[in-house]
């Protein structure tokens, strides 16, 4: 399968070049391609005494000498390389576990009690060559079906013959021998504790207890304390009582001489508080969860069988290369070809959404790159296994490092990284200027995706099976390039889109029953978080009713005072694991792992419920007639409505309509759609039903019937009748433009469509379903990102998410009305309501923070004078809150800088980028106006942290300088008419000026933003301050406090001297 390949399914084209393969360097010199050398290490193998040649694997014929065969049956995975179908053992080859039983040769007891002229074997038999003078070199053809052999997979590793021969054996050797061959006899079965001795009590109560504990949980809810949890609720209540008196006393207390003031604050404090129960109760169960990963090895790991952890997909998700480095990216799909997972069950799917040259070249390096970064990952456990982080952390690489050949392998690999990333540099500088008559590729063809708008869907298969080995010719994790086929006049729905399309193409080609998907700058910081996800998604109680586990977001590269809340502490710390207790936290866009069925849009396996208790006083047919005669005329209704509509088997219990897998007798590839209403004499009534509700398949996923047959295959896995060519054409198919069309794809199934946040949007449709999710939070972080960490950056990310919940606000799946019927939770739809409206806040946000100023400037207040029963009321709300956030501190573990800087941020982004979601979603929605705001950038720092002062004007910033500018100019209005007035103008000054304190200390670190550096003010910043300021002063002389108002009547001057 391996080789590029480009088409286009509507066009009936389809371009094969093996470009994989003019990527690879010539092979070595010393290798043949007779089939007298063993293609793992070089060595010639050796002749029988029958003449022939030796044979390691009977099913494909693989070259392989006798020592690498006996080398992999021993210390390996007993495999062969190309067809991995299991070695037999061949006679005079000493037993291992997994051999059958019923192969028994004479040579038995001569092969574990040979006494003179026996070779030991010492792993590993061949030691490596220079690496950096020898290469793989693979053939794009492969064995399919146990056919005939096929040309060499290729290896560059050299061998040593084994000199170390022994004579004779002491009797303490002749002991410890007769001791292992009757323990490992005893193991197989072949001999009883009678026959062989009874010393092995304990070695049977050690495997008693390992067996007992693979049978454990393999994880456990972690409750907060009581301690810590109970407070916090009282206090929650307490404060939510507190909140309806201050309601009360606002109400029923206006404000006669500030009346518009006054109703302007109650406006805006009642939605705070609205926003506050929304935001506060879904945080009500707070739980955590810890996993066992020794218990999910001994579980699917067992020693002499096949491994059974499941098979999973990466996705990564990228557009612009020169955009989104490519060095970021290749680090991401490093760390994803390196993790602590079996090879054979994990492929990475790069999406290229901007056709780019560029990063497909980038690949081909990182491919290349892999064979050597990946074994020595898992040689020496190094953390993280993405280099370019892993080189640059500062830490004690020598922790824990025992091998005295690290220091040597660590530089060499460090120097060939070095040299890897000049490689992609320079690809970077070539791709800044494209040429006139486009890209070629190195066959002399025009790169298909020269038009970035207008070209065919391309699929390229690296490494895997089918690709090169590593250097110590293991296999490496599939890895496979994808850019959809893109038209004009065609919706391509962005990251959505080309989410689906990765779904499609995953399912053709691998199926696992796992997808995992990341953002390009996101890469695995720790190996171990598959099996940490595996832990919920592989357990017999839950993980059937799991749509994915969500992982939070960590990020690299923030200032260590986090002046911008980049790193979200609140709310990967604090709301998740609240939701988590509920029904499970939000999909957040990356670090998830699905379950595919899921995205399918199939609905959770019913649980069974216990019968229901009933009565003895009634007779058994008074209770049916009275009770279960409704039930089962709805139920009937019910199947009958389904029946009539062909939903049953997507809506029932399995949504199985063809759950016996139906294939055709012809020889040729499967799955044809004109041929199967043609077969239909050939089946019964049951058959011809299942085989007729495949048009209902296709309404509902498209016209692919390979894809329909896997979304059928709950376990993963290609369907049967397939081969390599036939599975190319068809996920050519299945990325075409047109696929989706008259389909419930981006409506019901995968992500979905209709919002630029589109995770939320999936996530929610999932929990209405009735479906679970799961927030693992593992000790080591399981994936870092970088995050931008300058002002105008930041803000407008969050301007992107924010304008994501709008778009689904004013869509019809906004939680506030959608899926009512459904088996969302109410505490789940709280958040779900929170999510969506919080954007809104910005405008009573605005709002109330101008207030300040406004009082100060014109002398009048919105609270009246207060009596003693109203500033108790007000001193209680104002301890709530801070005992509130203290308490919710000391359960989650949050520290108080954390939290306060999402405070801070919290008004920063409300006054700004929230605020231009709302019209500019407005405009989107209801005017099909689509605005973008601009962001011009400046000269930066190169030191540390230096884009953190980097400045890029955007109208985000005018409404909080205008802000900061008005509160400062009535700050220093106030106190200058209460130095004017005397001391009885104090009093009422105080509550005014803490006000507007509060409002500017929230919005000091954007006030630090716009200093920069050493208090470097940008000049369109004294601009805009010098603007307002002059606009605040002919204000404040119109208003002109400092002359004393008079009373009565005006006196003029009559002109007459007295």
């Known amino acids: 399968?391996?080789?590029?390949?480009?088409?286009?399914?509507?066009?009936?084209?389809?371009?094969?070049?093996?470009?994989?393969?003019?990527?690879?360097?010539?092979?070595?010199?010393?290798?043949?391609?007779?089939?007298?050398?063993?293609?793992?290490?070089?060595?010639?193998?050796?002749?029988?005494?029958?003449?022939?040649?030796?044979?390691?694997?009977?099913?494909?014929?693989?070259?392989?000498?006798?020592?690498?065969?006996?080398?992999?049956?021993?210390?390996?995975?007993?495999?062969?390389?190309?067809?991995?179908?299991?070695?037999?053992?061949?006679k005079g080859s000493p037993r291992v576990e997994g051999d059958d039983e019923d192969q028994h040769y004479e040579d038995d007891f001569e092969d574990e009690f040979q006494l003179k002229n026996r070779r030991i074997l010492t792993p590993p038999p061949h030691e490596p060559r220079h690496l950096e003078h020898e290469d793989y070199n693979t053939d794009p053809q492969h064995h399919i079906n146990g056919g005939a052999s096929t040309p060499p997979v290729a290896g560059s590793v050299a061998g040593k013959d084994f000199e170390a021969e022994k004579e004779t054996y002491s009797n303490e050797e002749w002991k410890e021998r007769m001791e292992k061959w009757k323990s490992r006899q005893e193991k197989r079965g072949l001999i009883t504790k009678s026959d062989g001795g009874g010393g092995h009590e304990k070695d049977d109560d050690d495997d008693d207890f390992l067996i007992a504990e693979a049978r454990q949980p393999l994880w456990r809810k972690v409750p907060i304390p009581s301690r810590l949890i109970n407070p916090y609720r009282i206090v929650i209540v307490i404060r939510f009582i507190v909140l309806c008196f201050f309601f009360h006393f606002r109400i029923l207390a206006p404000a006669y001489d500030a009346y518009p003031l006054w109703i302007i604050s109650v406006i805006c404090e009642i939605w705070f508080g609205l926003s506050w129960i929304l935001d506060q109760f879904p945080k009500w169960l707070p739980i955590t969860r810890e996993t066992y990963l020794d218990r999910l090895s001994l579980r699917f790991e067992r020693d002499g069988e096949s491994n059974q952890l499941a098979p999973i997909d990466f996705f990564v998700s990228t557009v612009d290369p020169l955009k989104e480095p490519p060095i970021i990216t290749a680090n991401t799909v490093l760390s994803i070809l390196a993790v602590d997972y079996p090879v054979d069950k994990v492929s990475c799917y790069v999406s290229d959404d901007g056709a780019s040259m560029l990063l497909f070249d980038t690949l081909s390096e990182t491919a290349e790159f892999a064979r050597r970064w990946v074994p020595f990952c898992k040689k020496y456990s190094v953390e993280p296994r993405a280099p370019e982080f892993y080189f640059s952390e500062k830490i004690d690489y020598l922790k824990d490092k025992v091998q005295p050949t690290f220091v040597k392998d660590r530089r060499a690999m460090k120097r060939e990284y070095e040299e890897f990333k000049v490689r992609i540099n320079a690809l970077v500088a070539k791709a800044q200027k494209k040429p006139e008559e486009g890209w070629i590729m190195q066959d002399g063809t025009p790169w298909p995706g020269n038009n970035t708008r207008d070209h065919p869907g391309m699929i390229q298969v690296y490494l895997g099976s089918e690709g090169a080995l590593d250097v110590e010719g293991k296999e490496l994790p599939r890895l496979v390039y994808v850019s959809r086929e893109k038209r004009p006049g065609y919706q391509h729905h962005k990251k959505a889109g080309a989410m689906n399309s990765l779904v499609r193409v995953s399912a053709v080609l691998t199926n696992a029953p796992f997808i995992l998907?990341?953002?390009?700058?996101?890469?695995?910081?720790?190996?171990?978080?598959?099996?940490?996800?595996?832990?919920?998604?592989?357990?017999?109680?839950?993980?059937?009713?799991?749509?994915?586990?969500?992982?939070?977001?960590?990020?690299?590269?923030?200032?260590?005072?986090?002046?911008?809340?980049?790193?979200?502490?609140?709310?990967?710390?604090?709301?998740?694991?609240?939701?988590?207790?509920?029904?499970?936290?939000?999909?957040?866009?990356?670090?998830?792992?699905?379950?595919?069925?899921?995205l399918y849009g199939y609905d959770p396996p019913a649980s069974e419920k216990r019968p229901k208790m009933t009565c003895d006083c009634w007779p058994k047919w008074c209770c049916c007639c009275c009770c279960g005669g409704k039930k089962k005329s709805k139920k009937a209704k019910k199947k009958g409505l389904k029946s009539l509509l062909g939903l049953g088997g997507l809506y029932g219990k399995k949504k199985k309509m063809m759950g016996k897998q139906y294939t055709r007798k012809t020889s040729g590839p499967a799955f044809d759609l004109e041929e199967i209403e043609e077969g239909l004499e050939g089946y019964d009534e049951l058959e011809k039903s299942s085989l007729m509700s495949q048009k209902n398949f296709e309404k509902r996923f498209g016209m692919s019937p390979v894809f329909i047959a896997s979304t059928l295959k709950e376990d993963g896995g290609l369907p049967e009748g397939t081969n390599p060519t036939s599975l190319i054409k068809e996920a050519i198919h299945v990325i075409s433009c047109g696929y989706e069309e008259k389909t419930e794809w981006g409506r019901e199934i995968g992500w979905i469509y209709g919002s630029v946040t589109e995770d939320i949007l999936t996530g929610f449709k999932m929990h209405c379903r009735g479906w679970r999710s799961v927030y693992c939070t593992p000790k080591r972080a399981a994936f870092k990102g970088s995050a931008p960490i300058n002002l105008s950056d930041r803000l407008h990310q969050v301007l992107?998410?924010?304008?994501?919940?709008?778009?689904?606000?004013?869509?019809?799946?906004?939680?506030?009305?959608?899926?009512?019927?459904?088996?969302?939770?109410?505490?789940?739809?709280?958040?779900?309501?929170?999510?969506?409206?919080?954007?809104?806040?910005?405008?009573?946000?605005?709002a109330y923070c101008m207030l300040p100023a406004v009082c100060l400037l014109t002398g009048k207040f919105i609270v009246p004078s207060l009596n003693n029963l109203a500033s108790i009321w007000f001193m209680a709300l104002f301890l709530s809150i801070i005992a509130t956030g203290v308490l919710e501190l000391r359960w989650s573990g949050v520290s108080i800088e954390d939290w306060w800087r999402n405070e801070q941020f919290w008004v920063i982004g409300g006054v700004s980028a929230h605020l231009f979601a709302v019209f500019q979603g407005l405009l989107k929605v209801l005017g099909g106006v689509d605005t973008n705001f601009t962001v011009t950038a400046k000269a930066a720092d190169d030191a540390e942290f230096g884009e953190l002062y980097l400045f890029k004007w955007t109208t985000l910033l005018i409404p909080p300088t205008t802000l900061i500018i008005l509160n400062m100019v009535g700050v220093v209005a106030g106190v200058a008419d209460a130095i004017n007035n005397g001391y009885g103008s104090w009093g009422p000054l105080f509550g005014k000026l803490f006000f507007a304190f509060w409002v500017i200390v929230h919005l000091y670190p954007f006030l630090k933003g716009l200093m920069g550096r050493q208090n470097r003010t940008p000049t369109i910043v004294v601009l805009w301050s010098i603007l307002l300021a002059s606009i605040f002063s002919l204000v404040w002389v119109r208003i002109d406090p400092f002359l004393p108002k008079q009373t009565g009547p005006i006196l003029k001057q009559c002109g007459v001297e007295c």
């Open 517 to 598: 998907n990341l953002d390009c700058d996101h890469y695995l910081n720790n190996s171990k978080a598959v099996r940490e996800a595996m832990c919920f998604l592989m357990d017999p109680q839950i993980g059937k009713k799991l749509c994915y586990v969500q992982f939070p977001q960590r990020f690299d590269g923030i200032d260590r005072h986090d002046r911008y809340a980049n790193r979200n502490v609140v709310f990967f710390d604090i709301n998740m694991k609240g939701l988590d207790g509920i029904q499970g936290p939000v999909y957040v866009g990356t670090g998830c792992v699905f379950n595919r069925q899921a």
């Open 1 to 90: 399968m391996s080789g590029f390949y480009a088409g286009s399914y509507a066009r009936s084209e389809l371009y094969t070049s093996d470009e994989q393969q003019q990527h690879r360097p010539p092979p070595a010199a010393h290798e043949s391609t007779t089939a007298k050398t063993c293609r793992v290490c070089g060595d010639e193998i050796e002749v029988l005494e029958s003449g022939e040649v030796f044979v390691a694997c009977h099913e494909c014929g693989f070259p392989v000498c006798r020592p690498c065969y006996e080398y992999e049956r021993s210390e390996g995975h007993q495999t062969c390389p190309q067809c991995h179908a299991r070695y037999k053992r061949h």
């Open 800 to 846: 992107r998410w924010a304008l994501g919940s709008v778009e689904i606000f004013l869509s019809r799946h906004c939680p506030l009305w959608y899926a009512y019927g459904g088996k969302l939770k109410w505490l789940e739809r709280l958040a779900y309501i929170n999510t969506v409206v919080y954007p809104f806040t910005s405008i009573a946000l605005l």
